[in-house]
């Protein structure tokens, strides 16, 4: 076995077949009811990834030119907002194939994976993981979990309609005067405050020290905005707005009509001071409608929670969403880590 580290503007065509066969082969072991992913979407995004993240891409191969598996090194780029809190910390992740998913292997791998972060500089090391005997292993070689969280699936054929339009007309009664927006680009005017409000949400959620706090500006919103276009994603927000006009709460989706069966919701939030009247409700409710309009081929909305989010929970089961599986977040110190790989 032997772990690669590349630049996929590197790779030959040959080398794009080799990789997209393995992670074709872990899509079926991992998701065997989903649809295959888009090797374009992928591709596009490994040429130009994340514009807030230095990524360092990695590859497993059984024998040469075998690729069984893959991973990363990812790291917050200086001139970013979240860099002041992450500057000593690395990400990874890796994922091998069912037959080569054992102990000694995945701890090779691993030891690369921290290698780079030692020769980065970071001083602490977060890996993410899907799977269940991996965050065993990472346990049994020092990690912490550092949030527990999962994958919720919305299979929209189980929507309950009369419920959606019950949530709409019912949520508006308890926040008279309160009035819904859909943008797919936050006006100038409202980006300031926008900017301030996806940030005090989004860090009111519970990860239990799993990120650092995010800032988000309306200079790092812009660019987020053009990022996604580039990718072929279309980003949507809905939000609330108060009688004095004041943004009190969102929710967010994103579509790709490359993966035109999926979407991805993130984050809902509203504004400690106005919750209490069903907002974040009506917003998820709002939302759902929308799909259902402007997305027909879509069959699956697919977000993710804290376990312990409680709240956003029970709104997302009354919704239909289920448990489709568990995402384990790790920490631990880089140099502990290699002294015992």
């Known amino acids: 076995m032997k772990f690669i580290n590349f630049k996929p503007a590197e790779l030959t065509e040959n080398e794009w077949h080799e990789y997209f066969r393995s992670r074709e082969r872990l899509h079926h072991e991992n998701n065997p009811r989903s649809p295959l992913p888009s090797t374009k979407r992928r591709r596009d995004y490994m040429l130009?990834?994340?514009?807030?993240?230095?990524?360092?891409?990695?590859?497993?191969?059984?024998?040469?030119?075998?690729?069984?598996?893959?991973?990363?090194?990812?790291?917050?780029k200086k001139n970013t907002s979240i860099y002041k809190e992450a500057k000593d910390t690395a990400y990874a992740d890796m994922i091998l194939e069912?037959?080569?998913?054992?102990?000694?292997?995945?701890?090779?791998?691993?030891r690369h994976l921290t290698e780079t972060a030692q020769r980065i500089g970071k001083s602490k090391l977060i890996v993410e993981t899907r799977a269940e005997h991996q965050q065993q292993?990472?346990?049994?070689l020092g990690f912490d979990i550092v949030s527990?969280?999962?994958?919720?699936?919305?299979?929209?054929?189980?929507?309950?309609?009369?419920?959606?339009?019950?949530?709409?007309?019912?949520c508006a009664k308890k926040a008279p005067g309160v009035a819904i927006e859909r943008h797919r680009s936050i006006p100038d005017?409202?980006?300031?405050?926008?900017?301030?409000?996806?940030?005090?949400?989004?860090?009111?959620?519970p990860l239990e020290n799993a990120a650092p706090d995010m800032i988000v500006t309306p200079e790092s919103r812009r660019k987020m905005e053009s990022y996604f276009e580039s990718q072929g994603?279309?980003?949507?927000?809905?939000?609330?707005r108060e009688p004095d006009s004041t943004i009190s709460g969102l929710t967010e989706i994103w579509y790709n009509p490359e993966l035109d069966y999926y979407i991805e919701q993130g984050l809902t939030?509203?504004?400690?001071?106005?919750?209490?009247?069903?907002?974040?409700k009506w917003l998820k409710a709002e939302m759902l409608a929308y799909i259902l309009r402007e997305y027909p081929k879509a069959t699956v909305i697919e977000t993710g929670n804290a376990d312990t989010n409680a709240p956003m929970r029970s709104i997302n089961q009354q919704l239909g969403f289920r448990h489709y599986r568990n995402l384990w977040i790790l920490s631990t110190k880089v140099n502990d880590l290699l002294s015992k790989l």
């Open 233 to 240: 994603e279309i980003w949507t927000t809905i939000l609330s």
């Open 48 to 76: 130009d990834p994340h514009p807030d993240y230095i990524l360092s891409w990695w590859r497993a191969e059984s024998e040469p030119g075998a690729v069984v598996g893959m991973g990363g090194v990812w790291w917050a």
């Open 189 to 205: 005017e409202d980006l300031v405050e926008y900017a301030k409000i996806y940030t005090e949400t989004w860090n009111q959620a």
């Open 98 to 110: 069912q037959e080569y998913a054992n102990d000694r292997n995945e701890i090779e791998f691993l």
């Open 137 to 140: 292993l990472l346990q049994n």
């Open 148 to 170: 527990q969280r999962a994958t919720y699936r919305l299979h929209v054929s189980d929507v309950n309609l009369e419920m959606i339009e019950h949530w709409r007309s019912e």
């Open 269 to 280: 939030g509203v504004k400690e001071q106005y919750r209490g009247r069903s907002i974040g």
